[in-house]
């Protein structure tokens, strides 16, 4: 698992978690929000018309209502990545990661906008007689570039795994058996077989499921949240200046967090941003392409509704949960994943300014970790080997507890690389140190009205959360099966999608984390080419949609809708 881990870490470092991946989708959203000149502004008001069903006709083709496109997109939107990968990016970067996943989120309205648009322009009727869009049918069907439309369903079906299946499941085991003590195995067994009972009646069963599941979820959550931003009043202003003041200086240690440079904020807040509302990775546009629609701009405009909703309203309230309640720096008793515990041969305190510096350039690359290699010394339960200190969650560790069938060890473990060596099952280490993920918004949400209750809501709000997500995604992947193979092979792909489900609910955190941010680039790149080669025909399709708009509802009506925007 370590090995694995290292592999896919390095992997991602030169794909999704690079520089170069960051300025490509940033860029783009850029590009089409100045050369489409800010729809995310000038149409937000006609996408609620739209929405609630103002235009819409009754001969319009497609499977599921505007709202229902919505919802399911949204549920495939609103997960984890709300609540664990909010978390994972304030912990890895910082407060200032959450502005540079507001700043992702508002480029990706526009983005959102094109690739839905033309998604929807370009969908196909399939032989099961429903709506199947996404992007590989511009690629295939526009661009002609059908190896290109393969490669984006291969590596759609790769990351209905890594966004869709594993993350989800993995974070609801892991929120469920920390709140309920509840073994991982059984929630993800439970959850397994009730996924395969919903995806099973395909995307109207799914639409009617969502539509209901993510007002509810949203409510809920929200009110845990905001029972925690208003509990601890006095931080809300503080917590809004070291979002927006740490920006362009990078991250100063505070308690147990050790610092983060503007790159790493930069690069963390981005990479999550997208995580959370996926703009420009391609999801989302097979989930619109089923709604019905006479043309596709209209459901292009719904779209930009998601990143805002997602990221800019839901993100950031998570965000301010996280700092105004404090714990995104301080040390909490928990369990070690073991592939994110290292054992340094020096012994290093945060409390000495010169070892946090050391730590930190450790931490960012700067410098080489001194890792331990030899005989650890335990004596129930305790390291006695004077100098060494342990690395988890990015700070370091106090406390440590190493138990074997939940009693204290006593004898010795060989250390490799900073890493124990030896397999002994039933072995864990535990002891204090920084959260990520859903444990760490678990404990914010205690730190309000509700007090130790709040994690409750975490608790429920993630299972709906991520287990909506699960449901929308397990369609994203059934749609590009379709696409390579027909309709008969979407019950091979729903086996292993569930499977895939139940073994994630047990398995390491971080590497899931990993692979679910390579899942994401390999599937961003082709559809960033793609619609950046149809920006003529985006550009040409939106002004054919509003002389259209003009001739049926006026002059008039067209200068209100501007107005209004």
């Given at each position: 698992?370590?090995?694995?881990?290292?592999?896919?870490?390095?992997?991602?470092?030169?794909?999704?978690?690079?520089?170069w991946?960051?300025?490509?989708?940033?860029?783009?959203?850029?590009?089409?929000?100045?050369?489409?000149?800010?729809?995310?502004?000038?149409?937000?008001?006609?996408?609620?018309?739209?929405?609630?069903?103002?235009?819409d006709?009754?001969?319009?083709?497609?499977?599921?209502?505007?709202?229902?496109a919505?919802?399911?997109?949204?549920?495939?939107?609103?997960?984890?990545?709300?609540?664990?990968?909010?978390?994972?990016?304030?912990?890895?970067?910082?407060?200032?990661?959450?502005?540079?996943?507001?700043?992702?989120?508002?480029?990706?309205?526009?983005?959102?906008?094109?690739?839905?648009?033309?998604?929807?322009?370009?969908?196909?009727?399939?032989?099961?007689?429903?709506?199947?869009?996404?992007?590989?049918?511009?690629?295939?069907?526009?661009?002609?570039?059908?190896?290109?439309?393969?490669?984006?369903?291969?590596?759609?079906?790769?990351?209905?795994?890594?966004?869709?299946?594993?993350?989800?499941?993995?974070?609801?085991?892991?929120?469920?058996n920390?709140?309920?003590?509840?073994?991982?195995?059984?929630?993800?067994?439970?959850?397994?077989?009730?996924?395969?009972?919903v995806?099973?009646?395909?995307?109207?069963?799914?639409?009617?499921?969502?539509?209901?599941?993510?007002?509810?979820?949203?409510?809920?959550?929200?009110?845990?949240?905001?029972s925690?931003?208003?509990?601890?009043?006095?931080?809300?202003?503080?917590?809004?200046?070291?979002?927006?003041?740490?920006?362009?200086?990078?991250?100063?240690?505070?308690?147990?967090?050790?610092?983060?440079?503007?790159?790493?904020?930069?690069?963390?807040?981005?990479?999550?941003?997208?995580?959370?509302?996926?703009?420009?990775?391609?999801?989302?546009?097979?989930?619109?392409?089923?709604?019905?629609?006479?043309?596709?701009?209209?459901?292009?405009?719904?779209?930009?509704l998601?990143?805002?909703?997602?990221?800019?309203?839901?993100?950031?309230?998570?965000?301010?949960?996280?700092?105004?309640?404090?714990?995104?720096?301080?040390?909490?008793?928990?369990?070690?994943?073991t592939?994110?515990?290292?054992?340094?041969?020096?012994?290093?305190?945060?409390?000495?300014?010169?070892?946090?510096?050391?730590?930190?350039?450790?931490?960012s690359?700067?410098?080489?970790?001194?890792?331990?290699?030899?005989?650890?010394?335990?004596?129930?339960g305790?390291?006695?080997n004077k100098n060494?200190?342990?690395?988890h969650?990015?700070?370091?560790?106090?406390?440590?507890?190493?138990?074997?069938?939940?009693?204290?060890?006593?004898?010795?473990?060989?250390?490799?690389?900073?890493?124990?060596?030896?397999?002994?099952?039933?072995l864990?280490?535990?002891?204090?140190?920084?959260?990520?993920?859903?444990?760490?918004?678990?404990?914010?949400?205690?730190?309000?009205?509700?007090?130790?209750?709040?994690?409750?809501?975490?608790?429920?709000?993630?299972?709906?959360?991520?287990f909506?997500?699960?449901?929308?995604?397990?369609?994203?992947?059934?749609?590009?099966?379709?696409?390579?193979?027909?309709?008969?092979?979407?019950?091979?792909?729903?086996?292993?999608?569930?499977?895939?489900?139940?073994?994630?609910?047990?398995?390491?955190?971080?590497?899931?984390?990993?692979?679910?941010?390579?899942?994401?680039?390999?599937?961003?790149?082709?559809?960033?080419?793609?619609?950046?080669?149809?920006?003529?025909?985006?550009?040409?399709?939106?002004?054919?949609?509003?002389?259209?708009?003009?001739?049926?509802?006026?002059?008039?009506?067209?200068?209100?809708?501007e107005?209004?925007?």
């Amino acid at each position: 698992m370590q090995n694995l881990n290292q592999l896919l870490s390095t992997l991602d470092g030169y794909i999704g978690g690079s520089d170069w991946f960051v300025y490509l989708l940033l860029g783009t959203g850029l590009f089409f929000t100045i050369y489409l000149k800010f729809p995310q502004l000038r149409y937000f008001r006609h996408a609620l018309n739209i929405l609630r069903g103002k235009y819409d006709k009754k001969d319009d083709e497609g499977d599921t209502s505007h709202f229902q496109a919505l919802a399911t997109a949204l549920s495939g939107t609103v997960g984890t990545g709300n609540i664990a990968g909010v978390a994972y990016a304030i912990h890895l970067g910082g407060p200032a990661a959450i502005f540079w996943m507001i700043v992702t989120a508002f480029l990706g309205m526009t983005t959102k906008f094109v690739e839905v648009t033309l998604s929807h322009k370009y969908r196909e009727k399939a032989e099961d007689g429903s709506m199947s869009g996404g992007p590989m049918y511009y690629m295939k069907n526009k661009l002609n570039m059908k190896w290109l439309a393969i490669l984006f369903s291969i590596f759609t079906i790769i990351s209905a795994f890594g966004t869709g299946s594993l993350p989800q499941s993995n974070s609801i085991a892991s929120s469920i058996n920390a709140t309920f003590n509840i073994d991982p195995k059984l929630t993800g067994g439970f959850l397994a077989i009730l996924l395969g009972l919903v995806i099973i009646g395909g995307i109207k069963r799914i639409a009617k499921v969502t539509e209901k599941l993510v007002p509810a979820m949203a409510f809920i959550y929200l009110i845990g949240a905001l029972s925690v931003i208003f509990y601890n009043a006095e931080n809300i202003v503080p917590s809004f200046i070291s979002i927006f003041a740490d920006v362009f200086t990078g991250s100063a240690a505070a308690g147990g967090f050790l610092g983060a440079t503007i790159s790493f904020a930069f690069n963390r807040g981005v990479n999550r941003g997208l995580f959370s509302n996926e703009a420009g990775q391609g999801s989302a546009p097979i989930a619109h392409a089923s709604a019905k629609a006479h043309e596709p701009v209209s459901e292009g405009i719904v779209a930009i509704l998601e990143p805002f909703i997602d990221t800019i309203i839901i993100c950031t309230i998570t965000g301010l949960t996280l700092l105004s309640s404090g714990v995104w720096n301080e040390k909490f008793e928990n369990q070690f994943q073991t592939s994110d515990l290292n054992f340094l041969s020096v012994n290093y305190s945060d409390e000495k300014e010169q070892d946090r510096e050391n730590l930190f350039q450790m931490l960012s690359g700067e410098k080489e970790m001194p890792l331990f290699s030899g005989i650890l010394q335990v004596n129930n339960g305790k390291i006695t080997n004077k100098n060494i200190s342990a690395l988890h969650a990015r700070s370091l560790a106090e406390e440590i507890k190493i138990q074997i069938n939940e009693s204290p060890f006593t004898g010795i473990l060989n250390v490799k690389d900073g890493k124990i060596s030896d397999k002994i099952e039933q072995l864990s280490v535990s002891g204090k140190s920084l959260l990520h993920s859903s444990p760490l918004t678990a404990k914010a949400f205690t730190k309000g009205f509700f007090g130790e209750s709040g994690k409750f809501i975490v608790s429920i709000g993630l299972l709906l959360f991520a287990f909506s997500t699960a449901i929308s995604w397990s369609y994203y992947g059934s749609r590009a099966m379709t696409f390579l193979f027909g309709s008969k092979s979407i019950i091979y792909f729903n086996i292993l999608y569930v499977a895939g489900f139940f073994i994630a609910s047990f398995a390491d955190t971080t590497i899931i984390w990993t692979f679910a941010g390579i899942a994401i680039a390999f599937m961003t790149l082709p559809n960033l080419i793609g619609i950046l080669l149809l920006r003529k025909d985006m550009k040409d399709t939106v002004s054919v949609y509003w002389k259209d708009f003009e001739k049926e509802y006026g002059t008039k009506k067209l200068e209100e809708t501007e107005q209004n925007a």
